[in-house]
């Protein structure tokens, strides 16, 4: 039995710092969605409401966005940093955050790590 669990263990190591960085990215998207909105004028209650029922929208052409639309980083990449729907220019800070939060939970990580 413990075997088979230390081998899953290795089998899935590589996930981790994966994990770690997705973790982290996926914060970055959300602190950038926020302090968006934040800037277009809606008040924290409004923020907070919106997003409990997950609705996340180009403020551009209002449309709806997926969960697959919301994927943090390969979407900037996959539609070069345009909104999907319009073709409205996303700004560069969005991927910046994202990308520098994710490296700041795999460094935090691989930090942790080091202490063991
Ligand atoms: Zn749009």
Same mark, same amino acid.
Do not use: H, Q
């Given at each position: 039995?413990?075997?088979?669990?230390?081998?899953?263990?290795?089998?899935?190591?590589?996930?981790?710092?994966?994990?770690?960085?997705?973790?982290?990215?996926?914060?970055?998207?959300?602190?950038?969605?926020?302090?968006?909105?934040?800037?277009?004028?809606? @008040?924290?209650?409004?923020? +907070?409401? $919106?997003?409990?029922?997950?609705?996340? *929208?180009? =403020?551009?052409?209002?449309?709806? %966005?997926?969960?697959?639309?919301?994927?943090?980083?390969?979407?900037?990449?996959?539609?070069?940093?345009?909104?999907?729907?319009?073709?409205?220019?996303?700004?560069?800070? @969005?991927?910046?955050?994202? +990308?520098? $939060?994710?490296?700041?939970?795999?460094? *935090?990580? =691989?930090?942790?790590?080091?202490? %063991?």
């Amino acid at each position: 039995m413990e075997k088979v669990i230390t081998s899953i263990t290795e089998e899935l190591i590589w996930a981790i710092p994966l994990l770690l960085f997705l973790s982290g990215a996926a914060l970055g998207s959300y602190y950038i969605t926020y302090l968006s909105r934040y800037k277009a004028g809606m @008040t924290r209650k409004e923020i +907070l409401n $919106v997003n409990k029922k997950g609705a996340c *929208f180009c =403020f551009t052409c209002k449309a709806r %966005l997926t969960f697959k639309d919301m994927v943090p980083i390969y979407n900037y990449i996959r539609y070069l940093g345009k909104c999907k729907y319009c073709g409205v220019k996303i700004g560069s800070s @969005t991927i910046v955050i994202e +990308l520098g $939060v994710g490296t700041v939970f795999l460094v *935090f990580g =691989f930090w942790m790590v080091s202490l %063991l």
